[in-house]
């Protein structure tokens, strides 16, 4: 029953009220806290920055997470706030003047094109989505665009939808961090002053009218707020110059954290974790805490500032230095049964590695839709050499009397053939020449309109998170919008990466080794037709062009194509990502 009455008065308190004869002082951390998103393309980004102090963050300054892609966000508890950028390895960003940026108020605000805007006055997360709505007179508009990093929208692009808002208007709606786009009807263009493209580089909603982009809003979301729960088997609170010394004997070694409300979400972390990160989430904006624990059989509380916690994880003990809150009761000197409930955990601090997921799985969905597009580009270069050898085959065995060999049809996959004499079909039906094929098969497929997402996916394994689409300059891989919206946090977030991410790498693997296999099998046909044309310039006889056609072909083949394995794949693959800094560390 005491412990009820306990998680009573937390409940209360948290809520804004609390039992006492006056008001508890409560901070909400939102009013104290500057949030900085930044649209960049390194790698790793850090804030070098001081807030309402003087001392400057010690270099390079604060990582930056990578809420999605193109952006980084931190959080510094200040009212105010004196910074900027770099990479790291010395590459900075100031103001083009050479001056640091400044921002003067709580809020949330992004810097780009040399400015600090203010997107809201309180602590918001960004969502990465663009709404555009356009005014104009023509009935069909399309909106030909290139959102992030991906290919240029097909058939000049999407039929404008009308804007539930503004009457008469045109509207567009896309999940995306930037887009640049412009917008037509059949070959009438509207493009920005000076016949450049339009180029949104903040997510939000905007206006476009003769030839003005303005943006109207950002969308964005409260910043999740945690709240966390310590306990330990005995506590005591004892009075110094400075305040009170909390020390807290028997910690347990997981804390509770659960969401401030709206959200419904709680998590479990590891103590030493939960103090690690204590100076990243608090910084210089220290957290007030209930203290409950039992004393003399009766359940008592008090309210504290808590600072510079030192936790022990042999000993199982914390220590605080503390200041009591007005209004709050004078505390005992020893209890059992204590827990401390503590205020103020941003989203993402113990899971700091979420945003690094988030990047892998980024990119390795890049990954994944360039090379698709890519094995529809050699699908055209292969059945261009292989028509050529059948074409130069042919002639070349009638010139010398002997019997044409004839052109059948090979099939790869379910709707999808090669024509090839047989020379070269019996090629392309070794196991791993056509498991190689496949992929490029449902990539011209799928790229051509003769099969679904569904039927590609089920060709190539891709993920059931992921999904399909051919844009008419190429093939997008992307995983569901509930991923790229951010619909997840801490833990179920970390879950829902770590699956992409698994299902990812062997899919992007997979890929792979059908581009590398198939490019070198192009590159051996290729030989092979500048081979015929020398024969025929030099003199051949039939068992020169059989000697080429069967024997030396199926040499180069099995030395060079059945050498490419999933090993060698996968070195080629981590060497890649290595010389571009990605993060792996949870590839496997």
């Not at 094995?375 to 019997?403: F, H, P």
Request: with cysteine; glycine share 8%.
């Amino acid at each position: 029953m005491l412990k009820v009455i306990g998680w009573l008065f937390l409940s209360i308190w948290f809520s804004g009220v609390a039992f006492g004869e006056g008001p508890l002082s409560q901070v909400d951390a939102s009013d104290q806290t500057i949030t900085v998103y930044f649209p960049t393309d390194w790698n790793d980004s850090y804030l070098h920055f001081r807030g309402d102090q003087d001392s400057w963050s010690e270099l390079p300054g604060r990582e930056m997470s990578s809420p999605f892609l193109g952006f980084k966000q931190t959080m510094v508890a200040a009212s105010r706030l004196e910074f900027a950028f770099n990479n790291g390895d010395d590459v900075w960003l100031k103001h083009n003047n050479g001056n640091n940026f400044t921002i003067s108020h709580p809020g949330t605000y992004v810097v780009v094109d040399d400015q600090v805007q203010l997107i809201s006055h309180d602590a918001k997360e960004i969502l990465p989505v663009i709404k555009l709505h356009y005014k104009t007179g023509w009935s069909e508009p399309k909106l030909h665009y290139q959102a992030d990093q991906l290919p240029w929208s097909g058939d000049l692009g999407e039929t404008m939808t009308h804007s539930a808002v503004y009457p008469n208007h045109r509207y567009f709606e896309m999940p995306a961090s930037r887009l640049t786009f412009a917008a037509h009807q059949g070959d009438l263009w509207d493009n920005s002053p000076g016949g450049v493209n339009y180029h949104i580089s903040v997510p939000g909603e905007y206006y476009l009218a003769d030839g003005q982009l303005t943006r109207i809003q950002a969308h964005t979301a409260p910043i999740i707020n945690w709240l966390s729960s310590v306990f330990a088997e005995t506590g005591t609170i004892i009075a110094n110059g400075e305040g009170y010394q909390i020390t807290l004997q028997g910690v347990r070694n997981q804390t509770m954290l659960f969401t401030d409300r709206p959200e419904r979400d709680s998590d479990i972390v590891r103590t030493q974790a939960f103090f690690d990160q204590w100076a990243a989430n608090f910084g210089e904006n220290p957290p007030n805490a209930v203290f409950s624990g039992i004393h003399d059989g009766v359940v008592e509380e008090s309210v504290f500032t808590l600072y510079n916690p030192i936790y022990d994880g042999i000993s199982n003990s914390v220590s605080f230095q503390a200041t009591e809150v007005t209004g709050s009761d004078e505390p005992y000197d020893a209890y059992s049964e204590v827990h401390l409930f503590i205020d103020g955990i941003f989203d993402g601090l113990f899971y700091p590695d979420n945003s690094k997921r988030e990047h892998r799985m980024n990119e390795l969905n890049a990954d994944a839709s360039t090379i698709s597009t890519h094995l529809t580009i050699l699908e055209g270069q292969l059945r261009e050499v292989i028509t050529g050898i059948n074409v130069e085959a042919q002639q070349m065995y009638g010139d010398i009397g002997a019997q044409i060999p004839e052109i059948k049809h090979v099939t790869i996959a379910n709707g999808y053939t090669l024509d090839a004499i047989e020379e070269v079909g019996s090629i392309l039906l070794y196991g791993y020449v056509t498991s190689s094929l496949t992929e490029v098969a449902a990539a011209y497929l799928l790229d051509e309109g003769f099969i679904g997402a569904a039927a590609f996916a089920e060709l190539v394994g891709l993920p059931f998170e992921c999904t399909a689409a051919a844009t008419g300059v190429g093939i997008v891989v992307v995983v569901g919008v509930d991923m790229i919206l951010d619909a997840f946090t801490g833990a179920k977030k970390r879950s829902k990466l770590r699956g992409a991410i698994h299902s990812l790498v062997p899919y992007r693997l997979k890929v792979k080794k059908s581009e590398l296999s198939t490019h070198e099998l192009f590159t051996i046909l290729t030989e092979t037709k500048a081979d015929l044309a020398t024969l025929r310039s030099i003199g051949y006889r039939k068992e020169d062009l059989d000697a080429l056609l069967k024997d030396q072909l199926s040499h180069k083949v099995g030395l060079r194509v059945q050498t490419i394995t999933d090993a060698t794949v996968t070195d080629y693959l981590a060497e890649y990502d290595r010389g571009r800094g990605s993060w792996t560390h949870e590839d496997h």
